[in-house]
């Protein structure tokens, strides 16, 4: 439970305590959503501020370098994940017998992560939401045609191999964005989603060319140079979260959560990203509360021992309490502890150096006591998960 009581680093300074007593408090969705309008204001006052300098100074590659890194250094973790989940779960709220005014701020504030900030770290208006809360998390990383276009399950995830793939996955997955989600929302959304999310990526590469009659160097420092960092950091973000697969036993995906993901435990990232270590928790219950994923964990883990205590003790699983998850065939729920995903999906490309590394690693969420014991077992089912799944086209031939 330490991610669970760990010291909030989402942001920097907090808004003044009168502005959040008076005017955040009142409107909470959930109470320690406190640190997320903290790390979200934080963005609001740095990026538009640091990038309206940018433009208002002399052409120079050395400030435009400057301002990325100092974006992305400070902000990228922070804002990326404070945008995640407000976008499953918008932070605030406004009471029923709100004003009109109160209702559209408060609006406004929910959406600006998605609409606004995300331009700043080169992720196009309206796209965020649509890629990732409708596509991924509605296709599970399902290879199958126009369900989640950026699906690892058929893509080789270990070694050089991997890292070769993974190239062709950044390509094809993130940095083509601008033609792939209009053409999945127009087969899955519908056209008013498409519209939507034509509009976001015009609008976002159209104030690339009206910034060039600004400021021509500054403008590409605050549009395709952020757009191509942010593709390929995400890319390698759901790579790595998704790079230990359980397949069924024809080699075809699985969707379950706890075979398409893991959980990092007890990692630093978590304290600076509102514990997205929690990933498998996260895809069973998206919309859980960020601060509670630490205690969902828990609570499988307690449901996992107390089905197999009964099951050891009864001799058949007749009249067992049940797992957390029953559907198909049952599989391992991975979890590790003291690494974050970035360190999975390199240790995942460093073959069996990475195994042996993140095998030492290994949390049993049934008996976290066994951890050294079942290290061996741990190699060997990671090689296992890091096969590329088949699809029914290839079986058919």
Known sequence: MTD?????QEYYVPLPVWITNKFVKPMLAHEKDTALVHALANVAIFAPTAACLLLAARPSHVLGALYVAALYALFLQRFMLAM??????????????ASNTT???????????????CAFFGLPPCCYRMHHVAMHHGGANSPAPWRDLSSTATLPRRGARGAAAFVWYWLRSFAALAASLPLWA??????ADTVKTVCGIVAYFGTYFALRNVN?????YLIPVPFLISSLALAFGNWSQHVLLHLADDGTARTEPHAVAYDCLVCA??????????HAVHHEEPTCHWSEMPLRYAQRCEAWIAHLEYVRDHGSADGAPPPPH???EPCARLAFEGLGFFDI???????EYGERTMAKHFVDACDPSEREHDSAWCATELRRRLRPAVTKSTMRH
């Open 345 to 351: 999906g390199v240790l995942c490309l460093l073959g």
């Open 186 to 191: 127009m087969r899955r959304r519908g056209i």
């Open 269 to 278: 990232d978590n304290a600076r990203t509102f514990n997205d270590g929690y």
């Open 4 to 8: 669970y009581h760990a010291k909030r």
């Open 103 to 117: 209702k559209l701020v408060v609006a406004a504030f929910n959406e600006a992560p998605t609409t606004l900030l």
């Open 216 to 220: 021509a160097v500054a403008a590409n």
């Open 84 to 97: 995640h989940y407000a976008a499953h779960r918008p932070p605030l709220q406004a009471p029923a017998n």
């Open 326 to 328: 029953s559907r198909r």
